[in-house]
């Protein structure tokens, strides 16, 4: 028993030893591949709500995951639930893709392309960027994984990194901050900053200006299921050379919910309608994040279609 007693302290000596000797890219590499094979492994599929703020106005969806692609109904606009007009509206929109299968195919596909362009630029992170680590911070409900402690690692532009295409470019502009929990090996938060300008579309449909900043934060929602819990936007530049672009969102992930992972479009989208139906507190707003200082420093109608669809553009 002394024996088998020392041999598990020493394992765990240097268990801790080699913690301590992983360096920052390493971390970084390993919570990269946890990434990768949690998004292309079999998972949880959630119902969830999405509390989105822009400059024109507030929006509260609930989001449900299907095994072809993700459906959302929107349940209140400027602190309004929808009016019976709207609400028949949005499911006459989502009973569309149910009707025309092949609307339903193109939504699926621009979904996977939308999960491929991430995924690529997850691959990238641990050479496209120098990591210098500045510390730790507690994770919160809504990052990282509650009473861990999140690495923070500042980095900034690999100056040896070569993009393979256009999708990783963006990078090679870009500082900021990463939060990883330690334990999980997990990327808990993603700030970063455009110190230059970034030209999409190889330039013709327009560019970024530098100052650009998002915030992509995820969280363990459930016995180990991490999900993106915010994002951030805010940006401006030209779109097409001449038109300009202002793009300040805010989205906040809450209320997940496990759904059968065998649900279809028709299935969820007949889920949604139950939720809707229910008398709960429709227009109950997100929880404010409780990381929301961690950064670099520790319309309607037709006008409306038409910002989304830029709005759109800009985040792929």
Known sequence: MAGVSACLALSLSLAADESLRQTPVELVRQAV??????DTGAGSHFMFRDTRTTARESQIKLVVETREATAGMLIAQDGHPLTPQQQRAEEARLENYIRHPDELTKKRKQEKEDGDRTLRILKALPDAFLY????TVPASSDMGRLGHEL??????????????????????????????????????????????????GWGILGHLDPGGHFVVQQADVANGRWEVTRMELAFTGKILLVKKLNLHSSDVFSDFHIVPSTLTFAEGVELLKKEMAKPAATLREAPPSESKAVGIDGQHGDHQQKNRAEECLVCN
Do not use: C, W
């Open 132 to 135: 210098e680590p500045t510390g």
């Open 33 to 38: 591949n946890n990434e990768v094979a949690s």
């Open 151 to 200: 690495v923070r690692l500042k980095f900034r532009p690999n100056p040896s990194y070569q993009p393979p295409s256009h999708v990783e470019q963006v990078l090679t502009a870009m500082k900021g901050n990463l939060l990883i929990d330690e334990q999980e090996k997990r990327i808990a938060l993603m700030d970063g900053t455009l110190e230059k300008e970034v030209g999409f």
